[in-house]
């Protein structure tokens, strides 16, 4: 098969061990990033898989009828990046593996290197070293403060246990069946929305980025939190409320914020308001960032073009389309 791959900023898949699944396909990487319509179907044009890397490029319908031979959109996680209604009226397969079976430990090792970046100022404090100052200013301490994870799924749950390992308590609040879990592994629950980010030192979003979850947190949720607080993403920007956390972090409710996500990515603005606020430590999507991440998400995205090639699709996500597919 012709295969493409969008978004591979660094030329890192050709040098992973799972490459080597998707011997004897023509593949194709692009190491840039592009959104314009005619330029992809133009790169596109004789594609007939599709590998994507997270929610790096935006496939709607627009572009997918310029694409007469694609077959195969190959992947991994959620796809608010993609038409799904498309893809299944123009016969195109959507594979994707929600690895349900277990956490990205890269994720939640990131968030919490975040959270001890910006209690400690570490960002900071380098920075005025090498500007020649000493010291500029006084961290906090994490064992005995409160941690609160929003979203007890299988990252929240990791990041909990290191909450955990700090000599934090742990406040959660979640849905239906994660607060039972969180309950059976002995962690506070939070009598609500408000008491979570009210009482929290340090509050950690842990939710997929889809319809029900879209701006969950508020600027009312925000304004809530301590001035003491740090406030931590390192799922989805979509997940707060648009521009809020910007106004929050300057009415000073939270006083610190650490993020690894945007509303748009990737982030070519050095004069995004966030990357200007002396409380903000920030990162570019780094949370899944890893060689050993790689391997783990690319075999899984090249086993579904093998599968596909092999005419028994996995992980499909329009299962309507096999019987009108390509």
């Not at 990033?33 to 929610?55: G, W």
């Not at 310029?66 to 796809?79: A, E, F, G, N, T």
């Not at 780094?286 to 075999?299: H, S």
Request: hydrophobic share 45%; aromatic share 6%.
């Amino acid at each position: 098969m012709r295969v493409t791959i969008l978004d591979d900023y660094f030329d890192t898949l050709r040098g992973l061990d799972c490459f080597e699944k998707l011997q004897g396909h023509d593949v194709t990487v692009w190491n840039d990033h592009v959104q314009d319509v005619d330029a992809l179907a133009e790169r596109l044009r004789d594609t007939e898989a599709l590998v994507l890397i997270r929610e790096r490029t935006q496939i709607r319908e627009p572009l997918l009828q310029r694409l007469p031979k694609l077959k195969l959109i190959s992947q991994r996680s959620v796809y608010p990046h993609l038409d799904i209604a498309a893809c299944t009226r123009l016969g195109i397969v959507v594979s994707s593996n929600m690895h349900a079976g277990a956490p990205s430990y890269a994720a939640a090792e990131l968030t919490w290197g975040l959270v001890l970046a910006a209690m400690r100022q570490i960002p900071q404090q380098m920075a005025a070293l090498r500007a020649g100052q000493w010291q500029i200013g006084i961290g906090a301490t994490l064992r005995d403060k409160m941690l609160g994870i929003y979203g007890y799924g299988r990252i929240g749950a990791v990041v909990a246990g290191y909450g955990r390992a700090f000599g934090m308590q742990v406040l959660v609040w979640a849905r239906e069946p994660n607060l039972a879990q969180a309950r059976a592994e002995g962690y506070g629950i939070a009598g609500s929305k408000d008491e979570l980010f009210e009482r929290c030192d340090v509050v950690s979003l842990h939710m997929r980025l889809v319809e029900a979850t879209r701006g969950i947190v508020t600027a009312a949720d925000l304004a809530r939190m301590k001035p003491s607080a740090l406030l931590v993403n390192t799922s989805r920007a979509g997940l707060i409320e648009q521009g809020a956390l910007v106004e929050a972090l300057r009415a000073g409710l939270p006083g610190m914020a650490a993020v690894d996500v945007f509303e748009t990515e990737p982030l070519r603005d050095r004069n995004d308001p966030l990357l200007a606020m002396h409380n903000v430590v920030a990162t570019p999507h780094i949370g899944y960032v890893t060689r050993d991440e790689y391997e783990l998400q690319f075999a899984d995205i090249f086993d579904q073009i093998v599968a596909y090639q092999a005419g028994a699709p996995i992980n499909v996500v329009n299962p309507e389309v096999l019987a009108n597919s390509r």
